[in-house]
């Protein structure tokens, strides 16, 4: 990601929603480590946190998942810190599109970045990992392709059965060339130049068919970067059997999503991925959450794991321009995962607490 060229404010206005389950948990547990990061920064920049009540438990109340007029509200912050949506009181398709997605596709965060991190100390089974080191990154397009929404359900009144729902995905050259574009500019941040690009497209002829030209097309301005074009179902086993050939892996909105959960299962735990939902061209706030769910299975006990979501909040550091502080505590992280401190989905006995304050304790280090 670029850093932002503009002068950096000392002071960050931050709008967390931490919402359902777990996301109360984790989002405390990043909110924790982000001020101590503050009060150890000599002054240098500070956090102003508003925090938002909406979610499930809001619609149970309300109706609706967030305030009416959330994204006016919303649009005055520098960023937005979020838990994670769903409860099973509220079917998911109604808390997804009332709250996450209605903040995404309204301040159009097109470009979702998801990292897949192998951490010391944690066990992956893939075993690959323990002779090489990992890390690639998940760039997913998140303003439309199969998520954009358009489709309907009719033929209700033929009565039990004889529904019909058209769910349709939308692919327009604009969407397909800004994420395409921005993985490759990614690309040659990293160590490793390659882009893999990802689509479906020998059984999706139209949509995906024009990703594979307009990616060809974007390949040639970038001469210096290697590239793939690779089938999501051949890219889902490259994620397990030569995840070492990995940098930049870009996909639409679908593809990445599950993708994503494979890479970050394979480092760990889904409990470890971060990610940041970005509008690059800074019009509208970005948002930066962990990949998981509300976690119903363990919310409230307190062992829900912390680092996606203080890996989401380094994501934010690097998007303010904060990029050696962001590094500091992703070495932070690091050092806690290879000090043995582990929650119980990546096999320790620590809970959010205690990693969280060990993360805090490794920022001293
Ligand atoms: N970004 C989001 O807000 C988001 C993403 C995915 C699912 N959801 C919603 O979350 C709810 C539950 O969905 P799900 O069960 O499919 O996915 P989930 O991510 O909530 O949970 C999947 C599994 O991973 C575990 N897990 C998740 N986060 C963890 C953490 N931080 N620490 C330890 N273990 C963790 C859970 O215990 C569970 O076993 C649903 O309502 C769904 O719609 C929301």
């Not at 930049?248 to 993708?259: G, K, Q, T, Y």
């Not at 959450?289 to 203080?310: K, R």
């Not at 321009?321 to 690091?334: D, F, M, P, V, Y």
Request: proline content about 5%; charged content about 20%.
């Amino acid at each position: 990601m670029t850093a932002d060229p503009s002068p950096t404010p000392a002071r960050y206005r931050i709008a967390a929603i931490p919402a359902d389950g777990v996301g109360a948990e984790v989002v405390a547990a990043g909110r924790s480590v982000l001020d101590a990061l503050a009060a150890g920064s000599g002054g240098a920049f500070s956090f102003d946190w508003t925090e938002f009540p909406w979610g499930s438990r809001y619609y149970a109340e309300t109706g609706a998942m967030m305030a009416d007029d959330g994204l006016d509200r919303l649009k005055e912050f520098d960023a937005i810190y979020f838990g994670a949506v769903g409860w099973p009181t509220v079917p998911d398709h109604i808390s997804l599109w009332g709250l996450r997605l209605r903040v995404c596709q309204g301040f159009d965060q097109w470009a979702n970045v998801r990292p897949v991190r192998f951490l010391p100390g944690v066990l992956s089974p893939l075993r690959a990992a323990d002779r090489a080191e990992l890390d690639w990154v998940v760039v997913r397009e998140n303003s439309e392709g199969e998520y954009a929404g358009f489709g309907g359900r009719n033929f209700a009144g033929r009565g039990a059965g004889g529904e019909v729902a058209v769910q349709s995905s939308v692919f327009t050259e604009t969407g397909c060339e800004r994420i395409i574009r921005f993985a490759f500019d990614l690309a040659r941040t990293r160590e490793r130049r390659k882009v893999s690009s990802v689509t479906k497209s020998n059984a999706q002829q139209y949509g995906m068919v024009l990703w594979d030209e307009v990616f060809r097309r974007v390949a040639a301005d970038y001469p210096d970067v290697e590239t793939e074009s690779v089938l999501v179902d051949a890219m889902a086993a490259k994620f397990v059997l030569r995840p070492e050939e990995l940098s930049v892996v870009v996909a639409s909105n679908l593809n990445a999503d599950i993708l994503s959960d494979l890479g970050s299962a394979l480092a760990g735990s889904l409990g470890l991925a971060a990610s940041a939902n970005l509008n690059p061209e800074r019009a509208w706030p970005s948002m930066f959450e962990p990949v998981h769910g509300s976690a119903p299975d363990i919310a409230g006990q307190g062992v829900a794991n912390p680092i996606g979501a203080v890996g989401s909040a380094a994501m934010m550091l690097d998007h303010f321009g904060l990029s050696e502080q962001a590094g500091r505590l992703n070495r932070a992280i690091a050092a806690t995962t290879a000090a043995g401190v582990l929650p119980r989905d990546l096999g320790g006995r620590a809970s959010t607490a205690e990693v969280t304050a060990a993360i805090i304790d490794a920022l001293a280090d």
